[in-house]
């Protein structure tokens, strides 16, 4: 049984009806039977059949993972964290604005600023630092408040 659309010149096409009733995912390019040979493979969703190559590719902006196409932004927010983005401009995982890469993951810059520096330390987004909050101090490794550090550092 045959289902609904046109095919292209290789006897192909895109499922984009009921696509769950033939067996499909919605997008999945697909080929049938053409003079009773089957001319291209099925690629997962979100790829297209390069015919140079023989393979299934990733559409742009997506990257293979576990045999389908995953989009870049799923990748690098699974990778590293909520606070990551993918960045198309220099096609690479990035942090979002806010955010600073603590080596494993994309952690918001406030959380990174207080782990490293204290409660008194706060996180710049514009100079993309660390820096003490008002009224505190750098003693050399920690943001401390100011009447404590001076009382003991006289």
């Not at 049938?32 to 979100?46: E, S």
């Not at 990174?112 to 204290?118: D, E, F, L, M, N």
């Amino acid at each position: 049984m045959a289902h609904p659309g046109n095919t292209d010149r290789y006897g192909c096409h895109t499922c984009r009806t009921n696509c769950y009733k033939w067996g499909l995912s919605y997008g999945e390019y697909h080929c049938h039977n053409v003079r009773g040979i089957q001319t291209t493979p099925t690629c997962p969703l979100f790829s297209t059949y390069n015919y140079l190559s023989e393979s299934c590719e990733c559409n742009k902006g997506y990257i293979a993972q576990n045999g389908r196409c995953q989009s870049m932004l799923t990748y690098c927010s699974l990778k590293y964290g909520f606070g990551a983005t993918y960045s198309y401009l220099n096609n690479s995982c990035e942090c979002k604005s806010g955010y600073v890469f603590n080596g494993y993951k994309c952690e918001s810059g406030y959380s990174y600023c207080t782990g490293k520096y204290g409660y008194g330390a706060r996180y710049n987004s514009l100079s993309d630092s660390c820096e003490c909050s008002y009224g505190y101090e750098f003693n050399g490794s920690r943001c401390v408040y100011k009447s404590l550090y001076n009382r003991f550092n006289r």
